[in-house]
């Protein structure tokens, strides 16, 4: 069905593409979503363009930096050029043109998050992805919160509790990415968020240095090998673990060094743990225990995380599919979403999701035209 593009009146819904570049190194999501930037959200279609060899490895060689030289400015151009292929794959999958669409929300790809010394960056040319798709951009959507004493994320949680509105309460949603975070939901929209502990990320890193894999496919690994609970254990002192929420995490504040003794299957066996683990531990800061809980993200294709989730959970786990979302798209959704609730001037973090003082806008106007 055709429709015309929105002239941004805050009652009727905008249509928005949204796009995520995940810690996991995985590829751009893309999803295109109808929104008022309140209650009213229809998902339409989606997609995953999935990174080169070349483009990950770009990627993987600039995490953590903190200067913008010209190897990270050559980063960014080719990464901004992959997510406006992907707008263009999804307008053609979608049968949609450019003049239909009213905002682009664009997350970029962190490069390094330190909220404790005010530093939040994700790289992604706003500028340049809205003159190649004619279509506006919304970026930089950490820095506003950051810079007002927040921690800078997790950003999602006003979108999963306005997707989650006929869902019992209290509910918590699982972002199982490279980074595990989690928001948990109670009556009347009450909302906390925090970053539990790394998600996929030190499994992933563990399989490329061992196995020459990107990933422990279907915890296929992880389910042939043993968790050493000594190992965990230590990997469980970690000082994140003592902090009260809000919090967030880079993706590389964890390491594997403890675990470089054990052989690859019982090195993935206990990574593995530790990430159900770090969740567990996040148990004694919800306001009170969920009645259900959600995975999102690609760490609920592990079955092996997924079963060590249950177990120190004491609860089952079970994917946002069973509630009828679509976990592959949730995040890029979420940005979609949020750069409406951007153009509206409507708050995108919360004292309960980053700490910040006060309800927060953010995100930064790259106009089609400009």
């Known amino acids: 069905m055709m429709m015309t593009k929105n002239t941004g009146s805050e009652g009727e819904p905008a249509l928005a593409v949204g796009l995520m570049s995940g810690t996991s ?16 959200i229809e998902t ?24 913008y030289t010209d190897g990270v400015k050559s980063v960014e151009h080719a990464l901004t050029l ?3 292929e992907a707008v263009l794959m999804l307008l053609a999958q979608e049968s949609r043109t450019a003049t239909e669409i009213d905002v682009i929300g664009l997350h970029g790809h962190t490069l390094l998050h330190r909220p404790d010394a005010g530093c939040t960056w994700q790289i992604g040319d706003g500028a340049l992805l809205a003159s190649k798709t ?9 820095s506003a919160d950051v810079a007002a004493g927040g921690e800078g994320a997790p950003l999602a949680p006003v979108f999963h509790a306005a997707l989650s509105g006929e869902l019992a309460r209290p509910v918590a949603i699982l972002n199982l990415g490279g980074v595990a975070n989690v928001t948990w939901i109670g009556a009347d929209d009450a909302l906390m968020s925090f970053d539990t502990g790394p998600g996929n990320a030190l499994i992933d890193d563990w399989m490329r240095a061992r196995e020459d894999r990107p990933q422990d496919a279907d915890g296929r690994l992880a389910l042939t090998g043993s968790v050493n609970e000594d190992v965990l254990e230590g990997l469980l002192q970690h000082f994140y673990f003592e902090r ?14 403890l675990v470089r003794d054990l052989s690859s299957a019982d090195g993935a066996a206990t990574l593995t743990a530790f990430s159900a683990a770090a969740v567990a531990n996040g148990l004694q800061y919800l306001p009170e225990a969920p009645q259900r809980w959600l995975a999102t993200g690609g760490g609920r294709h592990n079955p092996a995380l997924m079963k060590a989730l249950a177990d120190r ?22 940005f979609a979403y949020l750069a409406v609730r951007s153009q509206r001037q409507l708050p ?23």
């Open 313 to 334: 959970l004491g609860s089952p786990v079970a994917p946002v599919e069973s509630v009828g979302w679509n976990g592959d798209a949730l995040e890029a959704q979420a």
């Open 44 to 67: 339409l279609g989606w997609l995953t363009l999935p990174y080169d060899a070349t483009l990950r490895e770009q990627l993987r060689s600039v995490l953590g930096a903190s200067e």
């Open 134 to 142: 004619n279509i506006d951009v919304v970026a930089d959507f950490r």
């Open 82 to 84: 992959a997510h406006v």
């Open 348 to 370: 995108l973090t919360f004292t309960g999701t980053t700490g910040v003082t006060s309800p927060t806008c953010g995100g930064r106007l790259f106009a089609a035209g400009g």
């Open 25 to 40: 190194l995985d590829g751009v999501d893309a999803a295109l979503v109808s929104t008022d930037g309140k209650r009213q």
């Open 244 to 257: 009260p929420p809000p919090k967030s995490l880079d993706r590389n504040d964890f390491d594997a060094t």
